[in-house]
């Protein structure tokens, strides 16, 4: 059995999710997953292993390993994933001991005109 982050929280990008993994991290105690040498610094929040064809594709053990087995509240905040439900699905299904059930998703979605001038503000200015 591979353990698999206790949380999934999803949405849309510049909805909110790095505030409310930033608070469930901080105040709620939930563990961010483990970055490994020369990977991004922002997979500490977002793995993207459902979204990532070269990633999914290396398996459950290739994402179950940045979550480790002495972290008992874990998170993975890749907005993306939402548009694969078919493999969170699958993929937590597959991890055994009725994680599949256990798993919390977090959906975090925004009026979308807001999030287009958002997300344009956030391409423009901060590139």
């Known amino acids: ?5 206790t949380v999934q929280l999803v949405g849309a990008q510049t909805a909110g999710t790095s505030a409310i993994a930033d608070w469930l991290s901080e105040e709620g ?18 793995v993207h292993f459902f979204d ?13 390993h940045r979550f480790s087995r002495d972290m008992l509240q874990t998170m993975d905040a890749t907005p993306d994933s939402l548009a ?19 798993v919390k998703i977090i959906v975090v979605l925004r009026e979308p005109v ?13 590139c």
């Open 1 to 5: 059995m591979v353990r698999l982050p």
């Open 29 to 46: 105690g939930f563990f961010r997953p483990k970055v490994f040498d020369g990977e991004p610094w922002y997979y500490s929040k977002e």
């Open 52 to 64: 990532l064809r070269e990633r999914f594709d290396k398996g459950i053990e290739f994402y179950a």
């Open 84 to 102: 694969f439900a078919d493999r969170v699905h699958s993929s937590y299904k597959s991890a055994g001991a009725d994680q599949l059930a256990a």
């Open 114 to 126: 807001s999030r287009e001038l958002s997300l344009y503000n956030h391409l423009t200015f901060d």
